[in-house]
């Protein structure tokens, strides 16, 4: 009977550990919203709160782009030129307005977001760039996700630029920027706490059943 009972007892510790352990593997990895009014600008940036910015092209405010000091290219810290569509075919960035801010601590996995839309009556071009990586971005709008492969720190940066001219006003809207961090470390550490509590266990009956 005696045997039973501690069998009954660790069957119990067992399923409940199970259940425990089962959480901290489902529990969601929850997005965290950005604070766009701590990123830097240049340009014309306006308006912009904490969960939306509005960059404009073809104002008086934009700033030259073809790198160089004070080009958009030199604020965003990638290479000059690499903001021309399409040189090739003489399609060249003139004039354009940027934010930009540093992710620290990224991990493999992390997901950066945002809703974005494009209004424009030129042929004028939106983009992202993370560290020296320039992604255009197409003229609908709707979401952008960029999953981090690997771990460290990040330069991103949103911008809008006037395609071989500098008139027809653009605007290329931000919102609902966030940081959807992996989920993999809730994993580790229900697995941790399953195998801990059931090693325990085993040593205590075991114990008890020596004695």
Known sequence: MLISLKHSILNTGTVSLLSLSSLALANPSYAVSIDLTSWNKIGDVNPIT??????????????????????LEEFLGVSAGSLDPDPDNFVFSTFGSAIKTTFAGIQAGDVFNFEWSFSTSDPDSAFVTINNLVIPLAASGKVFKYPFTKAGNYSVGIGIVDVNDAIGGSQFTVSNANLKPVPEPLTILGSLTALSF??????????????
């Not at 904490?50 to 008086?60: C, E, I, K, V, Y």
């Open 198 to 211: 059931g090693v325990a266990m085993r040593s205590r009956f075991g114990k008890k059943n020596s004695v």
């Open 50 to 71: 904490s969960d939306q910015a509005t960059l404009n092209s073809g104002t008086l405010n934009t700033v030259a782009t073809g790198g160089g000091a004070g080009s």
